[in-house]
């Protein structure tokens, strides 16, 4: 059975960073695109970014480019997200998913399409 384990978060003071990874088990576990998702409280879950495990093609949602930034390890089982100048608003419990369809942005609003095989999540909170 295939899971994926998110680690990482924690509490941060605005402007500050964090890195989240996720790591696939078993090892032989792969899929071509891996990304994560944010669910504030009452908020509906929303893409943050999305990796090709094949080659690193990397995609971001608008509020998130140029502070965060998606990775991967070479074997392609464990996935990261560094997150600089952390804003209130992105608070809330981060998810890695495996994704269908990278390459397209809908994955950002369109999660019950585009994303199967969830973490449990790792919690992210954001204060002023």
């Known amino acids: 059975q295939v899971q994926l384990v998110e680690s990482g978060g924690g509490s941060v003071q605005a402007g500050g960073s964090l890195r989240l990874s996720c790591a696939a088990s078993?090892?032989?576990?792969?899929?071509?695109?891996m990304g994560w998702y944010r669910q504030a409280p009452g908020k509906e879950r929303e893409g943050i970014a999305t990796i090709y495990t094949v080659g690193g093609n990397t995609w971001y949602a608008d509020p998130v480019k140029r502070r965060f930034t998606i990775s991967k390890d070479n074997s392609g089982n464990e996935m990261y997200l560094q997150m600089n100048s952390l804003k209130p608003e992105g608070a809330g419990l981060y998810y890695c998913?495996?994704?269908?369809?990278?390459?397209?942005?809908?994955?950002?609003?369109?999660?019950?399409?585009?994303?199967?095989?969830w973490g449990r999540g790792t919690q992210v909170t954001v204060s002023t």
């Open positions: 078993p090892y032989t576990y792969k899929t071509k695109c």
């Open positions: 998913a495996a994704i269908i369809g990278c390459g397209f942005m809908s994955w950002v609003d369109n999660w019950r399409t585009h994303a199967h095989t």
